[in-house]
């Protein structure tokens, strides 16, 4: 009887178990996330794909401006992210790059290697272009890129994605022959307002761009025919096929099915006209093929709440992991004077390193999302925290010590009811120093998909959208005055009058 019970309670543990991994993997397996860039056009894009994926019976989200190329071209091999909208000429000049590869029989069989998969084109073009304001190139009687070797004193500003680009600047420099004095990198939607008021003569162009009829601007003839064909194409991992079929045959559905003349007016409906991009999407599919779909609809104090988590989570996560370090190694630091300089000489170095590089660097260990933004935040708040710890253990009076030993308190005591009370106001001050930093610097979070404040100020820049700007940048400064009078208060309730800073 024993025996017998303790078989069937086996099979029963096993079916359990079973079950339980068949609901975890398909819960796991059945989610598709849409990837897209940080411009206009790949947003829009991903909208129609996740819209469009969702009505043919997908469970897909879109996960909106990760970053650029690299960054998202990672996700997808990653597996963090599904799906994206890519360019043929971006794919063999950009991703795969070294490989001389052209066609789309030789791109499908080298992604067809990474475990990737290509769409066919969507129906339209994005090639890059440069162009200049319709007045200046008049006055210069420029048509043409070669016409630009007569005048190198014009003043070139280009995206920075462009001016790294394997297709970008430096290729084009070196097949026209280009020796302008002048080169700089900004944003490419900033570069169209230099443009407008006369900072820039020539920048990069995407030739589904709204803004080429909206401020003027005359397209110069590739008249040496460097930019190769950018056909819009969805990337997709090749066990989407398996895991959501629904999703692989949206993404097919779209397949020549935007035009060029369609695109642009999608771009201009976004960017000229502030309308939302998942209105835009939802039009499309409606338009185009007869899906009624459903677009975003948060209200503003929806928005809010939800960036406000993010932020908070991204603030609190890494200010606590650089607490409990960082008081220990502050410790250290004074009792090891020899260790101590190696401490501060390390946490100093981070802190020199700029905020967008060790993003960039934590993106190949941890994908993207809010881990990264995390290590980066609890990095640079190692440096006020330790530092402090350190100089307010330093500077306990030698008599204070003295007596403490005279009392006959053991180290650890002595350390915990004496020095770390004593030093408690500067310790305080360093985490509040933290606090505040992090709140600042965790909007650049946004850059690597980890929302936050800095989701709706990067796509408001995107955008040209001073309202969208400061939805991030007012709540950002709001929660930095707050986490400085939180620690004001703090500073009142735990430390005594006399220990005040």
Same mark, same amino acid.
């Given at each position: 009887m024993r025996n017998g019970e303790s078989n069937s309670s086996r099979r029963i543990k096993s079916c359990v178990i079973c079950v339980l991994m068949l609901l975890c993997s398909c819960s796991r397996r059945s989610h598709v996330v849409i990837g897209s860039k940080v411009f206009t056009e790949s947003v829009i894009l991903g909208d129609i794909a996740?819209?469009?994926?969702?009505?043919?019976?997908?469970?897909?989200? $879109? $996960?909106r401006e990760i970053g650029g190329t690299r960054v998202v071209w990672d996700a997808l091999v990653n597996g963090q992210i599904d799906a994206y909208p890519?360019?043929?000429?971006?794919?063999?000049?950009?991703?795969? /790059?070294?490989?001389?590869?052209?066609?789309?029989?030789?791109?499908?069989?080298?992604?067809?290697? @990474?475990?990737?998969?290509?769409?066919?084109?969507?129906?339209?073009?994005?090639?890059?272009a440069l162009g200049m304001r319709e007045d200046v190139a008049g006055k210069l009687g420029i048509r043409t890129i070669t016409?630009? @070797?007569?005048?190198?004193?014009?003043?070139?500003?280009?995206?920075?994605?462009?001016?790294?680009?394997?297709?970008?600047?430096?290729?084009?420099?070196?097949?026209?022959?280009?020796?302008?004095?002048?080169?700089?990198?900004?944003?490419?939607?900033? +570069?169209y307002r230099a443009m407008a008021d006369g900072s820039l003569?020539?920048?990069?162009?995407?030739?589904?761009?709204?803004?080429?009829?909206?401020? $003027?601007?005359?397209?110069?003839?590739?008249?040496?025919?460097?930019?190769?064909?950018?056909?819009?194409?969805?990337?997709?991992?090749?066990?989407?096929?398996?895991?959501s079929p629904q999703i692989v045959r949206a993404l097919q559905r779209l397949e020549g099915r935007i035009t060029q003349g369609r695109m642009i007016e999608m771009n201009a409906q976004a960017k000229i006209r502030k309308i939302p991009e998942s209105h835009i999407a939802a039009e499309f599919l409606a338009d185009t093929l007869d899906v009624t779909g459903r677009p975003i609809t948060n209200t503003l104090l929806g928005r809010l709440a939800t960036r406000t988590w993010e932020h908070l989570e991204l603030v609190a996560v890494s200010l606590a992991a650089a607490i409990i370090l960082s008081i220990p190694l502050g410790v250290l630091a004074c009792a090891f004077p020899k260790f101590g300089q190696v401490v501060l000489g390390t946490v100093a170095a981070i802190y020199t390193?700029?905020?967008?590089a060790l993003l960039v660097f934590m993106?190949?260990?941890?994908?993207?999302?809010?881990?990264? +933004?995390?290590? +980066?935040?609890?990095?640079?708040?190692?440096?006020?925290?330790?530092?402090?710890?350190?100089?307010?253990?330093?500077?306990?009076?030698?008599?204070?010590?003295?007596?403490?030993?005279?009392?006959?308190?053991?180290?650890?005591?002595?350390?915990?009811?004496?020095?770390?009370?004593?030093?408690?106001? /500067?310790?305080?001050?360093?985490?509040?120093?933290?606090?505040?930093?992090?709140?600042?610097?965790?909007?650049?979070?946004?850059?690597?998909g980890a929302g936050g404040y800095g989701q709706p100020i990067l796509t408001g820049i995107r955008l040209d959208n001073v309202r969208l700007i400061l939805e991030g940048a007012i709540p950002a400064a709001l929660m930095a005055l707050a986490v400085q009078g939180l620690f004001e208060l703090i500073e009142r309730l735990a430390v005594p009058r006399g220990l005040r800073l």
């Open positions: 996740a819209q469009l994926g969702e009505k043919m019976g997908g469970d897909v989200s $879109h $996960h890519e360019y043929t000429g971006t794919i063999s000049n950009e991703i795969l /790059a070294g490989q001389n590869i052209r066609g789309d029989a030789q791109i499908r069989r080298a992604l067809a290697a @990474r475990g990737i998969e290509m769409t066919r084109p969507l129906g339209f073009n994005d090639s890059y016409d630009l @070797r007569s005048h190198p004193d014009l003043r070139f500003g280009f995206s920075n994605e462009f001016l790294d680009r394997r297709d970008g600047w430096p290729a084009l420099r070196d097949a026209y022959q280009l020796r302008q004095k002048t080169v700089t990198g900004l944003d490419h939607e900033l +570069a003569d020539v920048t990069d162009l995407y030739s589904t761009d709204a803004e080429i009829a909206y401020y $003027h601007l005359r397209v110069l003839e590739d008249d040496l025919h460097h930019f190769p064909d950018y056909q819009a194409v969805f990337l997709y991992r090749r066990d989407l096929m398996q895991r390193i700029p905020s967008l993106l190949p260990l941890l994908g993207i999302g809010w881990k990264p +933004a995390v290590v +980066a935040l609890f990095l640079y708040s190692l440096l006020p925290i330790v530092r402090n710890t350190y100089v307010g253990l330093k500077s306990i009076p030698q008599a204070v010590r003295e007596s403490a030993q005279v009392l006959g308190l053991p180290p650890l005591a002595r350390l915990v009811r004496v020095d770390l009370p004593l030093a408690s106001p /500067a310790i305080l001050a360093g985490i509040q120093t933290a606090a505040v930093l992090n709140v600042g610097m965790a909007t650049l979070g946004a850059l690597i």
